[in-house]
């Protein structure tokens, strides 16, 4: 057809398998498999729906972005409300990098980046991670137009110190540099702090995964006060109301709810601890992660192998068929007891 022509044609981001049937562990898309924070819960039942006659309130005027700014030690002004950090990350996407220079990012890395860089138009340039699976900072202090990375690297895993961070973003203080922290809750050291010093340092963190409400989409990026005004611009010149109004009283009763988010993440950290040992008995080697995932490869077993095999005992784990990292599989922290259930099923396959 003629109008075909004109189509802006991508190839979509292929998130991993939402699998509807009964009994299946899933550690394929890294959500927590503990439940949102009891106030939460509390929350959605008191949600009052009269109100959502009404549109809903501009997100920088809620509770929420006074509870993350109370949280975060800074103002209201200078958090970004989104939906998901999905809707942010676009946004910032579209906002920041327009100087028709390529943006910087590594090969291996979030597979969202290159189709929001392809559906805005946006040239890129991919550097590579080494042999460890690290990011090599000076490959990012070079002319460029933005620099987007997530930290701990996904689906690495692997953190950069908070020194090498810095070494990028004040080598780019004509571009936006990124910070995609949707895995610091579990052990990283956030990039947070440097916002006070550098204008052009974005930091985007998420509800999706230490927080548990994935399904909820509520992400938040921070930055000077600067930065969110020209968010905010674009945001409400494409769709004011992106945030619904349970979203918005929800997230605001999971960031109260501090200890139980704490308490999760710790969990979380000392499963993936005990996953470490287990894992390395049967064979596997991996990248210290900092993230609620390891990434991790088979001494002798090919990881599609493995991944086809998990999943015909109803466990799901991530693949990529992509060089490089075609013999990793990626595997989410689950519960205690999916984690014994995937050992179990790992004696069976590659024992
Ligand atoms: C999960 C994830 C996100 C986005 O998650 P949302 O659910 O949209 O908040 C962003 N970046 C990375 C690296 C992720 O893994």
């Known amino acids: 057809?003629?109008?075909?022509?004109?189509?802006?044609?991508?190839?979509?981001?292929?998130?991993?398998?939402?699998?509807?049937?009964?009994?299946?562990?899933?550690?394929?898309?890294?959500?927590?498999?503990?439940?949102?924070?009891?106030?939460?819960?509390?929350?959605?039942?008191?949600?009052?729906?009269?109100?959502?006659?009404?549109?809903?309130?501009?997100?920088?005027?809620?509770?929420?972005?006074?509870?993350?700014?109370?949280?975060?030690?800074?103002?209201?002004?200078?958090?970004?409300?989104?939906?998901?950090?999905?809707?942010v990350l676009s946004m910032?996407?579209?906002?920041?990098?327009?100087?028709?220079?390529?943006?910087?990012?590594?090969?291996?890395?979030?597979?969202?980046?290159?189709?929001?860089?392809?559906?805005?138009?946006?040239?890129?340039?991919?550097k590579a991670l080494d042999a460890d699976f690290q990011i090599c900072p000076t490959d990012y202090c070079k002319p460029n137009g933005g620099v987007i990375f997530p930290n701990p690297n996904a689906p690495t895993g692997v953190l950069m110190p908070l020194e090498k961070v810095e070494e990028i973003v004040a080598a780019n203080r004509d571009v936006v540099v990124i910070v995609d922290e949707a895995y610091i809750d579990f052990g990283g050291t956030s990039a947070l702090p440097l916002i006070d010093k550098y204008d052009n340092l974005l930091v985007v963190q998420t509800f999706s995964k230490s927080r548990s409400m994935a399904g909820m989409r509520v992400g938040f990026c921070m930055g000077q006060p600067a930065l969110i005004r020209y968010l905010n611009d674009v945001k409400y010149s494409v769709n004011s109301y992106t945030m619904n109004t349970a979203a918005l009283e929800l997230g605001a009763a999971a960031v109260r709810d501090e200890a139980y988010?704490?308490?999760?993440?710790?969990?979380?950290?000392?499963?993936?601890?005990?996953?470490?040992?287990?894992?390395?008995?049967?064979?596997?080697?991996?990248?210290?992660?900092?993230?609620?995932?390891?990434?991790?490869?088979?001494?002798?077993?090919?990881?599609?192998?493995?991944?086809?095999?998990?999943?015909?005992?109803?466990?799901?784990?991530?693949?990529?068929?992509?060089?490089?990292?075609?013999?990793?599989?990626?595997?989410?922290i689950g519960t205690d007891e999916q984690m014994e259930a995937l050992y179990r099923a790992l004696d069976g396959i590659c024992g």
């Open 261 to 332: 988010f704490r308490e999760c993440c710790q969990k979380i950290i000392q499963t993936r601890e005990k996953a470490e040992e287990e894992l390395t008995k049967r064979g596997f080697t991996f990248p210290k992660s900092y993230a609620n995932f390891i990434f991790a490869s088979h001494k002798t077993m090919p990881a599609r192998e493995i991944f086809e095999r998990l999943k015909e005992n109803d466990i799901y784990v991530r693949w990529w068929d992509k060089t490089r990292i075609n013999n990793y599989l990626r595997i989410t």
């Open 92 to 126: 910032a996407f579209m906002t920041f990098f327009q100087s028709g220079r390529p943006i910087f990012f590594p090969d291996i890395t979030y597979s969202f980046y290159d189709v929001w860089a392809n559906v805005y138009k946006i040239p890129y340039e991919t």
């Open 1 to 87: 057809m003629k109008w075909e022509e004109n189509v802006c044609r991508v190839v979509p981001y292929t998130p991993g398998e939402q699998p509807q049937k009964a009994g299946v562990i899933k550690l394929n898309t890294n959500e927590n498999p503990y439940a949102p924070a009891p106030g939460v819960e509390k929350a959605a039942a008191a949600l009052n729906v009269e109100k959502l006659r009404l549109y809903p309130a501009f997100p920088e005027k809620t509770e929420l972005a006074a509870e993350l700014a109370a949280h975060y030690q800074i103002g209201t002004d200078q958090i970004f409300i989104g939906v998901g950090s999905d809707d």
